[in-house]
Structures are given as C-alpha cells and as structure tokens.
C-alpha cells in the first residue's frame, strides 16, 4: 500500500477517523464523570488516552513512511492535513486526560458538588465542544460545503463574543469556584480555563491547515463553484 500514495492516505485517513472517534468518546465521558464523581470512570478515561496516544502515534510514523515516496500536489497537500488534523486531536486528548482528569480527581477527592446552576453552565459548554468536535471530523472527512461554511460562521460567532467580552457561560460555576478557591479546604478547581483550553484545542482541529483563517483553509480545502 506504500507504493501507492493515494492508498497510502486514504488508509491513512481511515485511522485519523478511528482517533477522532476515540477522542470523542474521551470528551463525551468526561461531563458524566463531574456529574457523577465516578472514579473507575476517570482511570477509564485516562487508559482511552493511552490507547489514543498508541494509535497517533502509529499514523505519524505511518504518515512518515508515505512522505518517503513521491507524492503529487494534491497528495501532498492531503499528507500536511492529515499529519495536522491527528496532531491536533492527540493534543484534545492529552487535555481532557492531563487536565480534566486532574480536576475531575480533586473534585471526588474532595466530594465536592457543583451547584444545580454551575453544573447546567458545564453541561451546556461541554455539548458546545463536543459538537464543534464532531461538526470538524464530518468536515475532514466529506468536504461538505454547506458543513464548512458552520465551521465559518461558528467560529466567527465565538470570536465575535470573545472580542465584545460577550461569554456568560460559567457565570455561577465561576462564582463557586472562585469561593472554593477563597477557603483553606477548598479543592480549588477550575474548569471554566480548563474548557475554554480545550475549546480553542477543538477550534485547532476544525483548521486543519493550522491558518489562522478558516475561510482561507476552506477555499483551498474545497472547491468553490460560481
């Protein structure tokens, strides 16, 4: 198969969608593990990150092989994507292992609870990265026009938001983390940073050109038709 580039990336690609597929099943796991205090859950979500760290590895090093034979425009192109997209979602989940985790662990440590409020705020920010998660994977893998343009309009949303000082999710998680933090036993735990880390992480992923312009990646990426 790597004699044959173009098999070569396509089988390629058929793994980056079994990583994406991985990784999103770390970052669904992981509002059920602050909403339920789960442990075994936690050790579960740090082995899924062990095996996806296993699997990027295997498709670099894969990808390397491929490099190593001629590779067209188009193939190349494809290469520097693909290389990318998985970097960037081994980068997803080091965050919800090496981050989230270690909250999620201070929390049940502690047995602290998250206000009905502050835990509503989580659940909602947590369904916003997980879709933008998803919508990126269905981009990279149809090229769908009508997908792409969200991906456009969406992140032109949040910067817009950000840029204004709009962003009142975590209004009261922040009011609660910000007493815990006040007080001598407090477990000092702090998603809102933690989830906004890991949002931009997820807005990495939906570029895979890593340009700073999506739109730009996007009119490369897909063909415009008048």
């Known amino acids: 198969v790597l004699d044959s580039p173009a098999e070569a990336l ?16 770390m970052l669904r796991q992981t509002i059920d593990v602050f909403e339920r205090n789960d442990p ?27 490099s190593r034979t001629d590779l067209g425009e188009e193939e190349s192109r494809r290469y520097v994507e693909i290389l990318t997209f998985t970097t960037n979602l081994e980068h997803v989940g080091d965050i919800v292992d090496k981050n989230l985790m270690e909250l999620a662990a201070k929390k049940i440590k502690n047995r602290y609870a998250f206000s ?13 990265v997980l879709e933008n998660l ?20 969406e992140k032109t949303a949040m910067r817009e938001a950000e840029a ?49 312009d999506v739109r730009s990646a996007l009119q490369s990426a897909i063909p415009v038709t008048a």
């Open 40 to 66: 075994k859950a936690v050790k579960a979500i740090e082995q899924a990150d062990d095996s996806v760290d296993r699997l990027y590895e295997a498709i670099k090093l894969y990808l390397i092989q491929t």
């Open 134 to 153: 998803r919508l990126a994977l269905n981009v990279f893998t149809t090229r769908d026009l009508a997908l792409a343009r969200r991906l456009v309009a």
């Open 164 to 212: 204004g000082g709009a962003h009142p999710v975590f209004d009261q998680l922040e009011k609660e983390t910000d007493l815990l933090t006040l007080q001598p036993s407090g477990v000092g735990l702090d998603p809102p940073p933690w989830l906004l880390a890991l949002e931009e992480e997820v807005m990495r992923v939906r570029d895979p050109l890593g340009r700073h």
């Open 10 to 25: 396509a089988c390629a690609l058929r793994e980056t969608l079994n990583l994406g597929d991985k990784v999103a099943d």
């Open 116 to 128: 009905p409020e502050g835990l509503a705020e989580l659940k909602e920010f947590h369904a916003r």
